[in-house]
Structures are given as structure tokens and as C-alpha cells.
């Protein structure tokens, strides 16, 4: 323990990491009734974290991984240690969560001004931040897994913030069940590998992984299983529903949990055991299957919907789905860096859209960008920056990662990848530039807004626009905006931070950078961005568009991709005939009938044989005597014989 | 005659034929007389005992001059029971008292 | 020659005792009309004390006249003269009653029966034949001396009797 007081780096990671924690409890215990209390304790608790998350960057840059653990679990074969891993990869996730974290909770000093549940919502912010630091920097997959679970916990709690809603208590519902159901799965990988392997370390892990110490099927089988975890939570096919139903929540919860952090803990969790998955070919090739059709199937569902939020939401799917793919392509640093920058300008763009919502009251696209959506300048160009960086536009981040995660796609030996990939990029810019042009220059120009006299409400605004909310949530917009720029040009450094540390063990990871086949892909890729946002234009941009989309000339198509491809229908319809129907009228059964049924049944024999004997007490004297008789002569008869 | 079993089996059937009279018959006072007979039956046994087998024949006899006594006894209690019971019931017939019926 | 008509006179009102001791025992038990009932116990007792005559005991033979015929069947009498006659309200007899009562008497009488037939019965060895040790003498000397407290019993135990039935025949005549 003294340790711990003379070892700056184990102190920043520990005083970081839980002081959110700390935060949690203050505010629900202490400071329930105090909401500007309770967002300073909060913000002041994440602000730190940040700080510490940078500090251990800026020491850690050029150390190997250092690893702390104490044991937990001793038992034979099986070690199970609790403690932390600092490793480059852990590092750069605990900056963006601790960065990401600290700008949404800013953002929503703003938001979330006025709202009753103001400290209950800071207070699962904070317990949001803990639980995904934690899980990020956690040394065994054990102390992952809980956090995880934890971090599912803060994502019910956030979802189903508004929880006088139905709708929203639903989809917090929804959220958690079809979370846990990928987490079956993990936990059956992790027993798994209990069984087989007997230590749950991730370098341990790792390094057994990559220097043939495992057995092949027991790689193959617990790397399926734990992927199945990351299907649950990185939302891919088929357990994608929850996300876009998880636009419920607050918008600063759908920026920091929906798309840039919690549900990237999936495709975190893939990276962190990059070498196990690697050093097992059949996982990966199914999980670059369901990572495909995944991408695929959500850019279709974001092209056909009204709602801003699920715009992104779709969006975010999709993009998860293209981080699968690269990691399981081979992509080891595609994925991160693809996952790194798209924490950056989701969130950017989820929280711009939050300010037109909070501003028009509506998610509707249609209505905002009537209403006078372009007048916002500052969300305006940052939502802007925001669908350039996701179509892949130089020189905004995305296209770096995007031609990254092409490069290790063109490497795959089958180039239906590489055509999905491309594919996919054409669909992202074109929904992306759909909802850009739809706020942007809307049918009909601009009649601003019906309720308001206009004198009135611009005066309002103004007074409104200049106070705290105003720059509470614009200043992490405008931070987020120039990230975006910013980090397409840091690849460099960061590649070389990541893969420094990997040298140790022998990863099979593509170099994406060179061949003669680069600049071919290079064009491929900008001509696709290029591509979807001209036929975005080309609908809804140009002035006398018809706005209705080419999908609208296919109205069966529409409302396949409208009803999300009928995944929920067909859930639904499952759930009610196999468990509804199925097994809960069976367990009903059970409780009425052979349950119940049987502590009345004993009651009725009680009663029943209590009626019986009543008739032995006849009251009569004669009938008394003859059972004596007769009981004393076969008695006699019986010792006689 | 002169064994034994032959008045064992004598009283046996005596001891039956009360029994049976306890047992069945529903007047009261018919029940104490079939207890009479039980009685006696005992008190043969006692005798007969007492002629085959007791070294000092005295014995049964007294002991049969006691049970005697006991069951003149018991009569007369039994009957003044019996009086009682008739004034409360207005009946001898055993089956109407069945206060302790449950 | 006479012994054996000796014997047979005595073997035939032996089994005369014996006939009328069960028809008296008999009439007893089974007819409906209690004076029927009351008569035969008299005949039945009578046998019995006939019975006594032939175990050798002419004393107790006479204390069973005394006692049993001449005070308690005339004691029972006394009681149906008291009580309203049975037969006048007599439901049906129950057969299944019956039944039970037959087959619980029947068992019991084979039970007995197989007991006294089955068991060794050895006279006790110190039996001496002394004609004198049957004499009513004997009898009084055993009760005063030996047998004191059986003799002091059955007097408490008389008494006793008398005051209760007096008293439980006292008691329910103030009710009624």
C-alpha cells in the first residue's frame, strides 16, 4: 500500500478513475436536492479524471505496459487477478472517454438546464464515467466484464432517464435485455476459457495467444462466445435494435454513451485480445461477416428516416460495424484509429443535433431545417464538419481512418469486402449530406418558426443565446469540430504510439500504408464520399429537388429498410409465441395449478380426512366397545398363530 | 368333566354370549345384565382354576366370594346410574346418548 | 356297577348344568322383552352356582344363590319397574351393528378358546388331596386371618357402593 502514495502513476490512475464514483455517491446521498451542487461535484470529478486520463498519456508515451495486480482468485489452475493494465491502447481510450466525458457533461450544464432530474442525472453520468474507465484500463477480463456490466447499468439508467415515458422506460428496458443476452455469451467465453486456460490476464492472454499456448478449438469456441458480447453491446446484426431505440435518452447521453464510448467498448474489448481473436481465423472470418452485413444493413435504415437522432444512431451502427470489420479483417490499428476518430466527430455531431432539438423542440429533420435550422451558425457548421468528417472528405479525420480501414480490406484475398466497404462509404455520405441538406436548404426555403411573433422570440433568443446555456454547449461543439480536423493528421504519431508496445508480440497486422496499390484505393475511396454526397445534393441540395429520395420510387424497399429490415417484428413476434406464449403461460401454469394447486390440495385432504375420522366419534358407547374387542381378539389371534 | 378345558370353554362361551349382549343390545339394563354374565364367567374360570390347579383350594374361593362382592356392587351403582341417566333422557336406549358425538 | 351309574347320573346333570347354564345365558342375551332377559340371567346364574356344587365348593355355590339371584336380579327388577318398557319404541335393529357385535364375539370366544387349549395346564406341585382344606371353616379362618384385608376391602367397597347409589339416584331425582 505504500506504493500507492509514492507512485504518481498508480495514484493518477486510481484517484482518476474512481473519483466519479466518489461523485456518485455524494450526489445521490448528499446532494439530491442541490442540482448546481450537484453538476459542479460532478463536472469537477470528471474534469480531474480528464486531466489525470492526459497526465498518464503524456508520462506513459513511450513506456511499455505497466501492469498492477493483486490476486484475487487462487485455485489450482485458475488465477484470477484484479488490478490494472496500462498499455498504449488502454491509455488512448481512457484520454478520449475521459476527454468525451468531460465536454458532454459540460454540454449538458446546458441541456439539461431546468430539467427536474438534473443531480439524478449527473449522478449516472458519473457513475457512466467510473464504469467505463474501469473497464478500459481493467487487467483481467473478469474485472472487464463487470465493469462492463456496470457501464450497461449507467446506459439503462441514462436511456430510461425521461422515465415518465413509456416509450423511454421501454427502450432503457430493451437496451439492457438485449445487452445481456450478448453477455450470456462473454460469460460462456469467459467460463470457457476458465476451463481451458485458467487465467483470465489480458497480457496473459495475449501472450499465450500469440505464441501457439492454445489449444485451436478452445480459441475458436470462447473467441465466438465473446464476441458475442461485443455483438450485444457494439450493436451489430442481429442485435442492433436497441441503439436506435436508445435515442430516447437525453442527447448528451446518446453523444457520450451511444456513439462514442460505451458502445465502442465492444469494439475495444475485440482490440484489447487482439492476438487471441487473431490467432483464431474462423472467429474473425465470422465476425468480418457479421461486422459487413451489419454496416450494410444500418446505412440502409438510416436513409429512409425523419428523425435526427437516428440518423446518427444508424450511423453509429453502421460505423461499428466498419470498426469489426477492419479489427477482423487484420486491422488491428485501422480499428482503433477508426474508433478513435469516430468518438470525435459523432459526438460532435450528436451534439449539434442536440442543440437543434433543444432549440425546435422537434427531431424531426423536416421541421428544423422549415423552422429556420441554418439560422444556428455555430451548430450549423459543426454539424457540417461533423458529415464531412464521417463521409470521408479531406482533410477532416475520417478519411484518414476510412482509408486505413479500406487498406486492410484491399488486403483480404476476397474482394467482396473491399466492395461492401466502398458500398458502405457511398451510403454514409449520402444519408449523412440527406440530413445536412434537409436542415440546410429546406423545400421551401425558410418561414421560421409558427407559434412565436418573430420580433419577440429573436429578442428571447438573443438574451438566451448570450447566457451560460449558450456557450456551455457551444464551446465542447466547437472543441469537438477542430478534433476532427486536427486528428486526421496525427495517424502518424499515433499509429507509431500504438504499435510500439505490439512489437512484443507478433501481431499479423497488414501494413496498411504501402504497395502500389494505395493510390488507387486512395481515389476509390474519395470518389465514394464524393459519389453519395452528389446524389444527396442532386435530391434534396439543389433548389426544385423533388426531396423525396430515390427510395420512395421503391415503396416496398422503403418500408423494409423504414421497419429496420422487420428485425423487431420478428423479435417481437418470437418473444410473444416462444416466452410469452410459451414459456411464461407454462411457469403460469405451474404457479396456478400444481403449485397452488397443491397447497390447496392439501388442505382439502386435511379437511377431507379430518371429515372422516369425525366419524369414528360416533358418540356411541357400543361401537367404541366393539373396536376394543375387536382389536383385543385379533391381537390375542396374532400372538397365538 | 372332570378337565379342565371343558370348563375353560364353558365360561369362554359365557363371556361370548355377554359380549355379545354388550355389544348389541340397545335397552340399558340389558347391558348390565349381559356385565352380569361376564362377571360370572370370570368367576368360573377363578373356580375352576382353583379345583385343577392351586395348591391351596381356599384361595379361588375367596377370591370368587370377592368378585362377587365387586359385582354386586357394580349393580347397584349401575343401576342407580341407569335411574339417573332415565330421568335426563326419558329413555333407556342407549343410542340417544350421544351428547359426545363429534 | 354303581359307580359307573354313579357316573352317569353325575355326567348327565353335569351336561343338564351345562344346557341350562347356555339356554339360561342365552335368554339372557338375544329376546327383546327385558323380563325375558332378566329371568334367564336368573336361570343362568343358577346354573352357575350348580357349577360350583360340582367344582366342590358348596359355600360359594349357596353365596351365588344369595348374592347374585336373590339380591341383584331382583335389584334389576326393581329397576325395570322404574323405567319405561323399550319395546314400546324399539327401532329396527341394525344389521350391520349386529354383525360387527357377532363377529367381535366370535373372534374373542376362538381367541379364548385356542389360548385354553393350547397352554400346558400343570397342576401345581404342592397340591395336597386333604378333603378338609374344602370346609367352610377353612374358609372363614383363611378370611379373618390371612385374607383380613380382602375381607375389610369388599366391606369399604360395599359401603362405598351404597352411598353412591344412593346419592347418584338422590341427585337426579332433585332434577327432574
Known amino acids: 500500500m505504500g506504493a500507492f502514495f509514492t507512485d504518481p502513476i498508480l495514484l493518477a490512475t486510481v484517484l482518476g478513475t474512481n473519483l466519479p464514483f466518489l461523485s456518485m455517491v455524494a450526489i445521490l446521498i448528499f446532494t439530491r436536492s442541490n442540482p448546481k451542487l450537484s453538476c459542479r461535484i460532478s463536472v469537477g470529478a ?213 456513439s462514442a464510448t460505451m458502445v465502442a467498448a465492444g469494439v475495444y474489448m475485440f482490440s484489447r485480445i487482439f492476438p487471441f481473436f487473431a490467432a483464431s481465423p474462423d472467429a474473425m472470418a465470422i465476425a468480418l461477416a457479421i461486422g459487413t452485413v451489419t454496416m450494410l444493413l444500418s446505412s440502409t435504415m438510416a436513409m429512409v428516416t425523419y428523425d435526427l437522432k437516428q440518423v446518427w444512431a444508424y450511423s453509429t451502427v453502421s460505423q461499428l460495424g466498419m470498426m469489426v470489420m477492419a479489427l477482423a479483417a487484420g486491422g488491428y490499428f485501422a480499428g482503433v484509429y477508426h474508433l478513435t476518430t469516430h468518438a470525435g466527430f459523432k459526438a460532435l455531431l450528436f451534439l449539434c443535433s442536440g442543440i437543434f432539438i433543444h432549440e425546435f423542440h422537434t427531431n424531426d429533420m423536416r421541421i428544423i431545417g422549415k423552422q429556420g435550422g441554418r439560422k444556428l451558425k455555430i451548430p450549423m457548421v459543426c454539424i457540417a464538419v461533423g458529415a464531412l468528417a464521417l463521409s470521408g472528405v479531406y482533410p477532416f479525420s475520417g478519411f484518414f481512418s ?39 436548404l429546406p423545400k421551401g426555403g425558410v ?167 369425525s366419524f369414528l366419534q360416533s358418540g356411541m358407547l357400543q361401537y367404541n366397545l366393539l373396536i376394543m374387542v375387536l382389536a383385543a381378539g385379533a391381537a390375542v389371534l396374532y400372538f397365538l398363530i | 368333566m372332570n378337565s379342565l378345558s371343558t370348563y375353560l370353554i364353558i365360561s369362554a362361551l359365557l363371556f361370548s354370549l355377554g359380549l355379545l349382549g354388550i355389544l348389541q343390545r340397545r335397552n340399558l339394563i340389558g347391558m348390565l345384565i349381559a356385565v352380569e354374565l361376564l362377571l360370572n364367567s370370570a368367576n368360573l374360570n377363578f373356580m375352576a382354576f382353583n379345583r385343577f390347579l392351586t395348591p391351596d383350594p381356599v384361595v379361588g374361593q375367596v377370591i370368587a366370594l370377592f368378585v362377587m362382592g365387586l359385582a354386586a356392587a357394580e349393580a347397584a351403582i349401575g343401576l342407580s346410574i341407569i335411574l339417573a341417566l332415565y330421568r335426563k333422557m326419558h329413555s333407556i336406549n342407549i343410542e340417544r346418548a350421544q351428547r359426545l358425538k363429534g | 356297577m354303581e359307580t359307573s351309574s354313579l357316573d352317569i347320573i353325575t355326567h348327565a346333570a353335569f351336561w343338564g348344568t351345562v344346557a341350562l347354564t347356555i339356554a339360561g345365558a342365552s335368554i339372557a342375551v338375544f329376546p327383546r322383552n327385558i323380563l325375558y332377559n332378566v329371568l334367564g340371567l336368573a336361570l343362568a346364574l343358577t346354573g352357575i352356582a350348580g357349577f360350583y356344587l360340582f367344582l366342590g365348593s358348596f359355600f360359594i355355590a349357596l353365596m351365588q344363590l344369595l348374592i347374585y339371584v336373590g339380591a341383584i336380579c331382583i335389584a334389576i327388577v326393581f329397576a325395570i319397574m322404574l323405567s319405561r318398557p323399550l319395546h314400546l319404541e324399539t327401532p329396527p335393529r341394525a344389521v350391520p351393528k349386529v354383525a360387527m357385535g357377532l363377529a367381535a364375539s366370535a373372534i374373542f370366544f376362538v381367541a379364548a378358546v385356542s389360548v385354553a387349549l393350547k397352554t400346558d395346564w400343570s397342576p401345581s406341585p404342592a397340591r395336597v388331596a386333604d378333603g378338609s382344606l374344602w370346609s367352610v371353616e377353612n374358609i372363614g379362618h383363611a378370611l379373618l386371618t390371612r385374607y383380613e384385608l380382602v375381607f375389610e376391602v369388599i366391606s369399604l367397597v360395599l359401603l362405598v357402593a351404597i352411598i353412591g347409589a344412593v346419592i347418584t339416584a338422590g341427585f337426579s331425582r332433585r332434577l327432574s
Open chain 1, 46 to 258: 470528471i474534469a480531474f479524471a480528464a486531466v489525470c486520463a492526459v497526465f498518464l498519456l503524456a508520462k506513459l508515451y513511450s513506456a511499455s505496459p505497466l501492469q498492477y495486480q493483486t490476486l484475487w482468485l487462487n485455485s489450482g489452475r485458475l488465477n484470477i487477478a484484479f488490478g490494472y493494465y496500462l498499455d498504449p491502447l488502454s491509455l488512448l481510450m481512457l484520454t478520449i472517454v475521459g476527454v468525451v466525458s468531460c465536454l458532454v457533461q459540460i454540454y449538458s450544464l446546458g441541456y439539461m438546464a431546468g430539467d427536474p432530474g438534473y443531480s439524478r442525472y449527473f449522478a449516472f453520468q458519473s457513475l457512466f464515467a467510473w464504469a467505463m474507465m474501469n473497464m478500459v484500463i481493467a487487467g483481467s477480463m473478469l474485472q472487464l466484464f463487470i465493469f462492463w456490466e456496470m457501464v450497461g447499468l449507467a446506459s439503462y439508467f441514462l436511456i430510461g432517464f425521461y422515465y415518465e415515458k413509456w416509450s423511454a422506460s421501454q427502450a432503457g428496458k430493451k437496451a439492457f435485455v438485449m445487452n445481456r443476452v450478448g453477455d450470456v455469451g462473454f460469460f460462456l467465453g469467459l467460463i470457457w476459457l476458465v476451463i481451458g486456460f485458467g487465467n483470465l490476464g489480458i497480457p496473459e492472454l495475449n501472450h499465450a495467444a500469440s505464441t501457439q499456448g492454445l489449444p485451436q478449438n478452445l480459441l475458436t469456441v470462447s473467441a465466438l462466445l465473446i464476441f458475442c458480447g461485443v455483438v450485444g453491446k457494439s450493436a451489430q446484426f442481429p442485435l442492433l435494435t436497441w441503439l436506435p431505440d436508445a435515442m430516447e435518452g437525453p442527447t448528451p447521453v446518446s453523444a457520450l454513451l451511444h
Open chain 1, 402 to 440: 476510412k482509408e486505413a480501414i479500406l487498406g486492410v480490406l484491399a488486403a483480404q484475398p476476397n474482394k467482396i469486402w473491399l466492395a461492401a466497404g466502398f458500398f458502405g462509404a457511398v451510403l454514409t455520405a449520402y444519408y449523412s449530406f440527406r440530413l445536412i441538406f434537409h436542415i440546410l
Open chain 1, 447 to 613: 418561414e421560421g418558426k409558427p407559434h412565436d411573433g418573430h420580433a419577440e422570440s429573436a429578442h428571447e433568443h438573443e438574451d438566451e443565446h448570450h447566457g451560460y446555456i449558450f456557450w456551455a454547449m457551444a464551446i465542447p461543439v466547437m472543441i469537438l469540430a477542430c478534433v476532427s480536423l486536427v486528428l486526421g493528421f496525427l495517424e502518424q504519431p499515433i499509429e507509431h504510439f500504438l504499435l510500439h508496445a505490439v512489437q512484443a508480440h507478433p501481431v499479423q497486422h497488414v501494413s496498411e500504408h504501402g504497395g502500389g496499390g494505395s493510390d488507387w484505393l486512395l481515389i476509390m475511396g474519395v470518389s465514394a464520399g464524393l459519389f453519395g454526397i452528389a446524389v444527396a445534393w442532386f435530391e434534396y441540395g439543389r433548389k426544385g429537388a423533388s426531396r423525396n429520395g430515390f427510395l420512395s420510387y421503391f415503396p416496398a424497399i422503403w418500408k423494409l429498410f423504414d421497419c429496420r429490415w422487420f428485425i423487431d417484428i420478428f423479435y417481437r413476434k418470437s418473444l410473444d409465441t416462444f416466452v410469452y406464449g410459451g414459456l411464461t403461460s407454462l411457469f403460469t401454469k405451474n404457479d396456478r395449478r400444481v403449485i397452488d394447486g397443491g397447497i390447496d390440495g392439501i388442505c382439502f385432504f386435511t379437511e377431507g380426512s379430518g371429515r372422516v375420522f
